[in-house]
């Protein structure tokens, strides 16, 4: 069986506009990483506060939905934790 013909491809140069829009100011993110470890600390303090007392803190209407909020704060934590690079 004959060998085909191995093409060449040329190489890719992009024009000189696109070069100029690659530039990407990278935006200072320093704020992520304390908002982030705040809000795990507060869902933390808010859960084991609920069971220390018993029920009766932080908010004692909330009744066990104070987990809830606790957790919540947890998953906003990691939310934020998204924005860190």
Avoid: C, H
Wanted: aromatic share 14%; net charge positive.
């Amino acid at each position: 069986m004959p060998k085909s013909r191995i093409r060449k491809k040329a190489d890719f140069t992009p024009p000189p506009a696109a070069k100029q829009a690659a530039t990407i100011k990278l935006t200072n993110r320093s704020w992520v990483a304390p908002v982030m470890l705040a809000l795990f600390l507060i869902g933390l303090a808010w859960i084991v506060l609920f069971y220390v007392t018993e029920g009766d803190l932080p908010i004692s209407s909330f009744g066990n939905w104070n987990i809830v909020a606790g957790f919540g704060f947890i998953a906003a934590g990691f939310g934020v934790s998204t924005q860190w690079k």
